[in-house]
């Protein structure tokens, strides 16, 4: 028995040292363009899928039948997450053939079976997957309206998306959100109309914005004459 655990003992040594070195060698890319063996990914799928299953195994589920949640769960989908997850009608996008583990269609899964699993990745996120912990913004009631239309998601055609997303309350989810969280206008693709195009930019998206009416403080203008806009630091902004 001492012999065995001898053996044992410096086995594990050694498999410690020569891990180490693999480590600092540097032999092991990191790269999202060079995949893993495909014993690794196995391996990878099999520990992520069991933790999440043991940790949503005992979350209840609420009635995700109710249209609106169904409704209020799509304007948040089309705002956060089909750069990523796709839509009917959205072709594939450059962070979704481009992130390694690539992103699932959810366009054609939907929750795939498990509501629960459904909102607990949401609301958790997954490590080194680009899939975001939604829970630190966004309310319990607002996932489980992301899983309600999930659920529907497959069962839509393109047309039914637009309307379904056009007739919702848009990105709003009570997590201090704002325009410039809403990713849907980047992933436009010819052909394909946004239902919900963004309000016109005000001085309160954090931009630069010339309001029509004149400044405080500049020169009133008169016929033939320049005008000038004072700006807030001094500055004298001149008009031909």
Request: charged letters at 20%; proline letters at 8%.
């Amino acid at each position: 028995m001492k012999r065995t655990i001898t053996t044992l003992t410096l086995a594990g040594l050694v498999a410690g040292v020569i891990g180490a070195g693999v480590i600092w060698s540097g032999l092991i890319n990191v790269g999202a363009d060079d995949p893993h063996l495909e014993s690794v990914h196995a391996l990878l799928r099999a520990t992520r899928e069991r933790s999440i299953a043991v940790r949503a195994r005992d979350i209840p589920v609420p009635d995700l039948n109710d249209a609106e949640l169904i409704r209020r769960g799509a304007g948040n989908y089309h705002s956060m997450c089909i750069g990523c997850h796709l839509a009917p009608g959205i072709e594939p996008t450059e962070l979704s053939q481009n992130l390694y583990p690539a992103p699932p269609n959810l366009a054609q899964i939907g929750a795939n079976g498990s509501p629960s699993t459904a909102f607990w990745i949401i609301k958790h996120g997954i490590k080194a997957t680009g899939m975001p912990a939604w829970g630190k913004s966004m309310g319990d009631q607002h996932i489980w309206e992301m899983v309600a239309f999930l659920q529907q998601l497959p069962k839509l055609d393109a047309a039914q998306y637009r309307a379904l997303v056009a007739a919702s309350d848009g990105h709003s989810h009570g997590g201090g959100e704002s325009r410039m969280h809403d990713h849907s206008q980047q992933h436009d693709h010819p052909g394909t109309a946004d239902p919900t195009p963004a309000p016109p930019a005000s001085h309160h998206d954090g931009g630069h914005a010339h309001e029509p009416e004149q400044a405080a403080g500049a020169m009133p203008p008169a016929t033939g004459e320049k005008k000038v806009h004072v700006h807030a630091d001094g500055k004298e902004h001149v008009h031909h």
